[in-house]
């Protein structure tokens, strides 16, 4: 028995890293899975795993920053499954600069994919979990929305968003049994950090007190617990996932 059995869960951004890891997760729970991604065809190998799990796969192409998007995708995912439980909001992107250098379509981008992007899938898919009178919202912030960073301006100034977001989302839909809480990783190994320098990780490498980056399945398994009754009595909260980077 999974802790997970019987739910279906949608995934944004799933076609690699941390979004790939969570689907996993909640697929090796127990759950189905409709997975999302700017590209379909860049989905085949996180649909493949989840279906070598027994589970049941939708696997779409969405631009989380696109209403229309958006609401075709959660349409869909509806009419293949009836329901949905979980929805994790990970898509996000960078556009890094210093702020006296950012082009204003970099500020513009970050915030459409990260914080937008989170407003219109929680918005599609609250209307379906309020008839059904329960699910699990789990969103991905980032310590750099709670302590900044030179150079993420646009990202830090998103994944705040997200976190305040998600505290208002989990004061609305708190009446209808609907839980929203954010994650916020600090250094994770995936394609967002590998293209920095050897230098800046050996530097950041000093400040995590754990001595070591994160796994994307570090963060899978916080998001696994958020979506599960095991966190039935929290909502409204942020769980840091860095090895101590922020306390
Ligand atoms: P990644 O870049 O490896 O994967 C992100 C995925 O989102 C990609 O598959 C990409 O195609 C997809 N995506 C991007 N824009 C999209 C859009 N408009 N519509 C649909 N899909 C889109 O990133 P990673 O590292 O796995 O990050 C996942 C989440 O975790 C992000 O929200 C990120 O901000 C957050 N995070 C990551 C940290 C890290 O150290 N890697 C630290 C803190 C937060």
């Keep these: 028995m999974g802790q997970l059995d019987g739910k279906t869960a949608l995934v944004t951004g799933a076609a690699r890293g941390i979004g790939r890891a969570i689907a996993e997760k909640l697929a090796g729970a127990g759950a189905d899975l409709v997975v999302c991604d700017l590209e379909h065809a860049w989905l085949a190998e996180t649909a493949q795993a989840i279906t070598a799990m027994g589970r049941k796969t939708l696997a779409l192409a969405t631009d989380v920053s696109q209403g229309p998007s958006v609401q075709r995708t959660v349409d869909e995912a509806l009419q293949a499954f009836g329901r949905l439980d979980i929805l994790v909001n990970n898509a996000g992107i960078t556009r890094d600069g ?53 150079g993420q301006c646009n990202y830090a100034a998103s994944k705040a968003g997200v976190i305040a977001l998600t505290k208002s989302a989990a004061r609305e839909l708190a009446g209808r049994n609907i839980r929203v809480n954010a994650v916020a990783p600090g250094f994770i190994e995936t394609k967002m950090t590998a293209e920095l320098s050897e230098t800046l990780r050996n530097k950041m490498l000093e400040t995590i007190p754990l001595a070591r980056f994160g796994l994307p399945e570090d963060v899978a398994n916080i998001v696994l617990f958020l979506a599960s009754d095991a966190s039935a009595y929290m909502t409204g909260q942020v769980l840091n996932v860095s090895g101590g980077m922020v306390m």
């Design 98 to 150: 210093l702020l006296v250098r950012m082009a204003e379509e970099d500020f513009d981008r970050v915030l459409a994919v990260n914080l937008k992007g989170t407003f219109l899938f929680t918005k599609a898919v609250a209307r379906a979990m309020m008839k059904q009178k329960s699910g699990a919202i789990i969103n991905l912030a980032s310590i750099i929305g709670l302590i900044g960073n030179a």
